[in-house]
């Protein structure tokens, strides 16, 4: 049965009373289909394919990218530490602070000109004058480009705070095409002190965001490095002022291996 309302003999427009009507059986309501309009049909099919095709994409992508692609990869870590290791460190200065001669080397490391002349000459000049104490190197910061300071030559200095600095400077050179791959910025500073096996890295990190500030210790060693090359007129590339008992030699524009060679024997001790 079924509840249905009646209406009233001359009683128009009103429902009256409720009333139950036999054999009158339930039927649910029946909600009309509406086919899906050709044009949604359409949308829908282009959806899944770019979807497919994306996915599809994704999968050849993964499968023909080149190992390591989005990796710095830090080459000369065993030959820094053969290079420097054993040779006193403080600072800046590469061997003994005793040593008779000095050389004050100028270069930038963010300058890919400048990469040559330092590796074809430091790892000489260190086995063969520093480990014997005969000569002390210092390490002065000075930028060939528009701006006094760049970033790299924070991170060296950081790592030089720990006696690891020409380990950093060697491998920032060794790696300027990984530089030019991926850009100088705080990733790639990191990878490279990453690079060297006995640095404390919490506490690189930690000098380097402490010290590199505007007022900090290692901004104005930065600072003194680029009055002093400038007072000194130094000029683009790698310079070197050798000094010692008999004079001092002053090379510009790419101080060669072979120049600070002849430079070191002219002014040292006879």
Known sequence: MSIVAIREPGSEGRWGRLAIMPGMPEAAPEVPVRPLPRRGRIWIA???????????????????????????????????????????QEGDR????????????????????????????????????????????????????????????????????????????YLFFRNQDEAKRFGVDQNFLDSVAGGIEELNFPEWEEDLEKEGGPNGAISKRLEADEELG??????????????????????QDGATLSQMEKAIEEVGET
């Not at 394919?49 to 870590?77: C, E, M, N, Q, S």
């Not at 890919?112 to 074809?120: T, V």
């Not at 030559?153 to 600095?165: I, K, L, R, S, V």
């Open 230 to 251: 400038s007072g000194l007129g130094i000029r683009y590339g790698q310079a070197a002022i050798v000094s010692g008992p008999r004079g001092t030699r002053t090379i």
């Open 94 to 169: 590469l061997g003994s602070s005793d040593a008779p001669v000095t050389v004050q080397l100028f270069n930038d490391i963010q300058c890919g000109n400048c990469a040559e002349d330092f590796l074809d000459a430091i790892p000489t000049l260190a086995e063969k004058y520093g480990r014997t104490a005969q000569v002390k190197f210092l390490y002065h910061h000075y930028s060939n480009s528009e701006s006094p300071t760049e970033l790299g030559f924070y991170g060296a200095e950081a790592a030089a705070d720990q006696g690891y600095g020409w380990q950093y400077i």
């Open 46 to 88: 282009l959806v899944l394919a770019a979807f497919l095709f994306g996915v599809g994409y994704l999968v050849v992508t993964v499968a023909t990218r080149k190992p390591g692609a989005d990796i710095v990869h830090i080459a000369g870590i065993s030959e820094a530490q053969e290079i420097f290791g054993g040779v006193p």
